[in-house]
């Protein structure tokens, strides 16, 4: 049986290493991933932003590096940028009003004809976007 893909955003990703809302949901989905139950799908951008994130959420340098690390382990799919996902990206963006970074995880959801699971408001409206719970 093929495993369920989904696309997960930044702002799921890092309730992986923060006590927040949703934080629960988010290591549920990534435990999935995990255990083969799900195949998690990312644009490349994503560690990226994860680091950025938790970087400006004052971590400090050891904790950074291990996430770092545990990103690699996770071995998600990594969806490398080409021409043609960039035009998307830039499709989706100027559709649906959104930051070039944000519209490739939708972008990538639509190219893989995944859901695109995010906690992020602005992303709820692109097609395939769902809410994670």
Do not use: C
């Not at 893989?112 to 692109?126: F, M, N, Q, R, S």
């Amino acid at each position: 049986m093929a495993r369920e893909t989904k696309v997960v955003d930044a702002s799921v990703v890092v309730k992986w290493f923060t006590n927040e809302a949703g934080s629960d949901s988010a290591i549920w989905l990534r435990d999935e991933h995990i255990t083969g139950k799900v195949r998690m799908v990312v644009p490349e951008l994503l560690f990226l932003e994860v680091l950025n994130t938790l970087r400006y959420k004052h971590q400090d340098e050891v904790f950074l590096r291990r996430v770092s690390r545990e990103l690699v382990d996770v071995q998600f799919h990594v969806e490398k940028l080409t021409p043609f996902l960039l035009e998307k990206a830039l499709s989706v963006a100027l559709e649906y009003k959104l930051s070039v970074y944000d519209a490739l995880y939708g972008a990538t959801s639509m190219v893989h004809g995944a859901p695109l699971i995010t906690a992020d408001e602005k992303l709820k409206k692109v097609p395939n976007a769902v809410p994670l719970r």
